[in-house]
């Protein structure tokens, strides 16, 4: 199947300070990704959806000046986490579509806010 | 709305025995398709299997197999002579081909399921 990177794996920081994350399909274009946000022992919950060329489109409760999205190709998506505090710590994932039902999920990101 | 409810939220069995993960969805729409996925402590999804709501014959890879049926919204999946490498959280999730739900996938809640030696 596809293949979808994320990086970094995983990410400490300061409060305060932004992280961006990357999302890339590797081997086919996406026109469409998505990111989730999973906190532990719970599920993943859509936060957004990116869409090559356009303003990402957010989940209701999800602060757009917050969680900043480019998708600046049909490789790339990157998310922006930015002035992060420790309750933005999760794991985030991505998927990238090439259709609606057949998406590739990213291996995640995990964020530690201190 | 759409809605995928994982009643179990953890299943503990000794290895070699069968377990089988509920899944009830709801949706108004006629096209739209089913996942499961598994989630090891990596993290990182594993596809298991997708339905779309117009396939509803039941399903047997390896030692999995999955239930689909319609009349109760229901996508149950089945683990056979469970395995220790099977614990995981495991997730039932629905998507819908239409419109502003294109391509969301609406995740259940999960079952984390403990399989012990």
């Known amino acids: 199947g596809a293949v979808v990177s994320q990086h970094p794996s995983w990410v400490i920081c300061k409060s305060g300070t932004s992280v961006k994350i990357e999302c890339r399909s590797l081997d086919f274009q996406a026109t469409t990704m998505f990111w989730y946000r999973q906190f532990p022992k719970q599920s993943l919950m859509l936060m957004a959806t990116s869409n090559e060329g356009s303003k990402a489109t957010y989940e209701q409760g999800v602060e757009k000046d917050k969680f900043l999205i480019n998708h600046a190709s049909l490789t790339l998506s990157t998310l922006t986490v930015t002035s992060a505090h420790p309750e933005d710590s999760s794991f985030y994932i991505c998927s990238a579509a090439l259709t609606s039902y057949t998406q590739y999920f990213g291996p995640g990101t995990r964020l530690t806010v201190l | 709305a759409q809605k995928v409810t994982q009643a179990q939220t953890e299943i503990s069995v000794v290895e070699k025995e069968d377990v089988t993960l509920d899944c009830v969805y709801e949706?108004?729409?006629?096209?739209?398709?089913l996942f499961w996925y598994k989630q090891p402590p990596s993290g990182e999804l594993v596809f298991l299997i997708r339905r779309n709501s117009f396939d509803e014959q039941n399903e047997i890879s390896g030692r999995y197999s999955w239930n689909f049926q319609k009349s109760t919204s229901s996508f149950n999946f089945t683990i056979t002579a469970s395995q220790v490498v099977d614990s995981a959280v495991y997730f039932c999730?629905?998507?819908?081909?239409?419109?502003?739900?294109?391509?969301?996938?609406?995740f259940g809640a999960g079952t984390q399921v403990v399989v012990t030696p």
């Open positions: 999730a629905l998507s819908e081909a239409v419109n502003d739900s294109w391509g969301k996938f609406q």
């Open positions: 949706t108004r729409d006629t096209t739209y398709y």
